[in-house]
Antibody, heavy 116, light 113 residues
């Protein structure tokens, strides 16, 4: 069974950074890309970027360049996303999702709340 | 960026009804070399992660009931639920994967009448 297990919810101060993880199991990690998607409260879905773990290549939505940094650790089958200089606009649920073209498996989501 | 526009934004339905929802893209999602439309549909139930329903505009993901039917080509696409069940109440999103950045429509929320 394909599973993407995301790290827990975070409460962070404005201006801080947060790094979340997405541990993959049930498939060969390097056979697929990993996407990250943002869902602001009561809103739709917004693609942040994708990483191809096999060749460590990333592609970002221009809107999130400088905000999000995607990495992957092939040895632990884990993808990471770091969000920097957090503001209230970054409060959202963040999902990792497997796939090159379509996103055929999703993590459970991780909520980030930015508040002082 | 390709803009995806979904209508309606919400729809009240009764169990057993046939439902259709629309997704339009700002440019064609049909890749001429393979004649495939780079369009997917996802379902998101309350409190859950999105789930892939349909890709290539009309191919159902494994395990998706056959009451979910995707159609359309180019810039105009439709998701039809032939007979809505209570468990289908959710928000449905279309998404293009023709190019980067990947973009989603704003969603269509199915509610009980």
């Amino acid at each position: 069974e394909v599973k993407l297990q995301q790290s827990g919810d975070e409460l962070v101060r404005p201006g801080a950074s947060v790094k979340m993880s997405c541990k993959a199991s049930g498939y060969t990690f390097t056979d697929y890309a990993m996407h990250w998607v943002k869902q602001s409260p009561g809103q739709g879905l917004e693609w942040i970027g994708t990483i191809i773990p096999l060749i460590d290549t990333t592609s970002y939505n221009q809107k999130f360049k400088g905000k999000a940094t995607l990495t992957a650790d092939k040895s632990s089958n884990t993808a990471y996303m770091e969000l920097s200089r957090l503001t209230s606009e970054d409060s959202a649920v963040y999902y990792c999702a497997r796939g090159y073209e379509v996103m055929d498996a999703w993590g459970q989501g991780a909520s980030v709340t930015v508040s002082s | 960026d390709i803009v995806m526009t979904q209508t309606p934004s919400s729809q009240a339905v009764s169990a057993g009804e046939k439902v259709t929802m629309s997704c339009k893209s700002s440019q064609s999602l049909l890749y001429n070399e393979n004649k495939k439309n780079y369009l997917a549909w996802y379902q998101q139930k309350p409190g859950q992660s999105p789930k892939l329903l349909i890709y290539w505009a009309s191919t159902r993901e494994s395990g998706v009931p056959d009451r979910f039917i995707g159609s359309g080509s180019g810039t105009d696409f439709t998701l039809t639920i032939s007979s809505v069940q209570a468990e289908d109440l959710a928000v449905y999103y279309c998404q293009q994967y023709y190019n980067f950045p990947r973009t989603f429509g704003g969603g269509t929320k199915l509610e009980l009448k």
